[in-house]
């Protein structure tokens, strides 16, 4: 992966932009409206509709918390451990389950993929033929719980810590620490990375090892929009957590406190505890 997807962070402070010190009170999203925008992106990102018909969503083992709430909030499904794998599934059979996804995904689901799977694979089945036309959202505003549920899925928080030697600055030879602070999600497809580049900045690479797209947090501007976006919609897996050291190391920064050992110290212990 190119280091470019990441925000380095040397000497100069002057384009930092100020957050709140104080974290949010972690909440789930309220109601159904909300509640489906986090669902649609979470399918959006892991979820898969068969032709059993069923909606099979797949969960890291850590995240077993999330299902549960997921089948609750849902009122239908069970949980499995998939073998050998550290990772389970919620699979949603039951008829009246599906017909309950649909409904509150209905509108809010942004993939093609994902469409396309629902009007393959659920509504050209006869059991689901009563039901309203299925639609994908168009709307380019992520304010709302989409990207939340997306994240959840596919994204990832990461500090980097690069030693560089100084060259052309005396005095030369010099080891400085630049800090990288990146939020990246790698996707088969482009597209629904360029919708969240043109909300939160940023930019969109390609992996040719992994013949995946990207897209990395590139300025604190960037930075910035993605802490003001969590701190509103909240993460529900344990990625909340290395949100929560990410945007501590970010505060480091934005007091300076990189540029000395003992807030280097203090970012690096948060690296080595993010998953």
Known sequence: MESGTSETIRNNTENIKNISIHTPTHLKPLNDEQFGH??????????????TPQLVI????????????????????????????????????????????????????????????IKNNILSNPYFNNFINFIINKNLDLNNYWLAGFSDADAS?????????????????????????????????NDLLILIKNFLGG????SKNQDTYYF???????AKKVIQYFDQYHLLSTKHINYLKWRKAYILIQNKEHLNSTGLEKITKLKKTMN
């Open 203 to 206: 930019n969109i690479g390609y």
């Open 58 to 117: 797949a969960f890291n083992e850590l995240d077993a918390s999330l299902a549960y709430f997921i089948k609750s909030r849902l009122g239908y499904g069970n949980i499995y451990k998939v073998k050998n794998k550290k990772a389970i599934i919620l699979v949603v059979a039951k008829h009246a389950g599906i017909i309950k996804v649909l409904e509150l995904i209905n509108g809010k689901i942004r993939s093609q993929q994902k469409l396309d799977q």
């Open 216 to 222: 990395g947090s590139t300025s604190f501007g960037s």
């Open 157 to 189: 928080f990461q500090i980097k810590l690069i030693v560089r030697k100084t060259s052309l600055t005396p005095p030369a030879g010099v080891e400085k620490t630049e800090v990288r602070l990146n939020f990246q999600i790698d996707q088969k497809n």
């Open 38 to 51: 986090y669902l649609a992106g979470l399918i959006d990102g892991v979820g898969h509709f068969s032709k």
